[in-house]
């Protein structure tokens, strides 16, 4: 009896150690676009978004700063549809626009009628 007590002890304490790595692994991911990526990535990313400039909004001129985290962020909960805000906070517009990603989201901000256009 003692045996089996002792073997179920074990076996309590291997299932909480794994527990606790799976909890520790866990904590390095984050769900993006539908799928696990992992943090160190996702921190890497941000460091060159944050490089980027953006376009003043073109309904009153205010320049969002993607540091703030009024501007750039999740629109849902599983992270497949982003947005970026003229944020009244800081004295914008409330214009807001969606994209798949980050990239996507700065890429439409950015992009204006005419761009890429000839001019005559």
């Not at 703030?68 to 629109?75: K, T």
Request: with cysteine; glycine share 8%.
């Amino acid at each position: 009896m003692i045996e089996a007590w002792k073997r179920g002890d074990r076996a309590h304490d291997y299932l909480r150690q794994r527990a606790a790595d799976l909890d520790a692994e866990a904590d390095k991911l984050e769900m993006v676009n539908g799928t696990w990526a992992n943090r160190a990535h996702m921190k890497d990313r941000w460091e060159k978004l944050k490089t980027i400039t953006l376009k003043p909004c073109p309904f009153c001129g205010f320049v969002p700063e993607i540091e703030d985290e009024d501007c750039i962020y999740p629109a849902t909960r599983d992270r497949t549809v982003w947005q970026i805000n003229c944020y009244t906070t800081g004295g914008g517009c409330d214009a807001d626009i969606l994209g798949d990603s980050p990239e996507d989201v700065i890429e439409k901000w950015n992009r204006r009628c005419g761009d890429g256009l000839q001019q005559k």
